[in-house]
C-alpha cells in the first residue's frame, strides 16, 4: 500500500471513529442519567400521544441496564433494543474494516430477511400493546 493510499485510509476512517466516539459518549451519558428518574429524558412521543407503546418504548431503560451489566433488567424493559446492540456493534465493526481494507463484504443475509425484520418489529409492536398481557409492556 502506498503512503497516499494509507493517509486516504486514515483519512476516511475519520467518519467511523467520529461516530464511534458519539456513540461510547452517549452510553456514557446513559450510564450515568438514569432514565427511571423523571425529568432527565423526553418521553416518548407516541406513547403520550397514543396511549400505546411504539418499538422502541423503554429503551432508554434497556440501555442504561445494559450499561449497568443487567441484563434480566434490560431484557424486561425492551427485548429488541437489547438484540439490536449487537448487531450494531458488529455493523459498526464492519464500517472500520471496509474504510481499512476498501473491501467490500460480501452479503451477510438475504434480501429477504429486511421483510422478516420489519414483521418482527411490527408483531413485537402489536403484542406489547395487547390489552391485559404485560410481557412485553416496558413498564
Known amino acids: 500500500m502506498s503512503t497516499l493510499a494509507a493517509l486516504r485510509s486514515w483519512r476516511g476512517l475519520f467518519l467511523p471513529l467520529a461516530v464511534g466516539a458519539a456513540g461510547l459518549a452517549a452510553a456514557a451519558y446513559l450510564a450515568a442519567v438514569d432514565p427511571n428518574q423523571p425529568g432527565h429524558y423526553p418521553t416518548c412521543p407516541f406513547l403520550a400521544v397514543t396511549g400505546w407503546y411504539c418499538p422502541g418504548c423503554g429503551s432508554l431503560r ?44 460480501r452479503r451477510v443475509a438475504p434480501g429477504w430477511s429486511i ?7 411490527v ?12 410481557a412485553l409492556s416496558p413498564a
Open 62 to 105: 434497556a440501555l442504561h441496564d445494559l450499561a449497568h451489566l443487567d441484563l434480566a433488567g434490560a431484557l424486561a424493559r425492551n427485548p429488541l433494543a437489547v438484540l439490536v446492540v449487537p448487531y450494531l456493534l458488529m455493523s459498526w465493526v464492519l464500517w472500520v474494516e471496509r474504510t481499512v481494507t476498501g473491501r467490500v463484504p
Open 115 to 121: 421483510w422478516v425484520l420489519l414483521a418482527g418489529i
Open 123 to 134: 408483531v413485537f409492536w402489536v403484542l406489547r400493546n395487547v390489552p391485559g398481557w404485560t
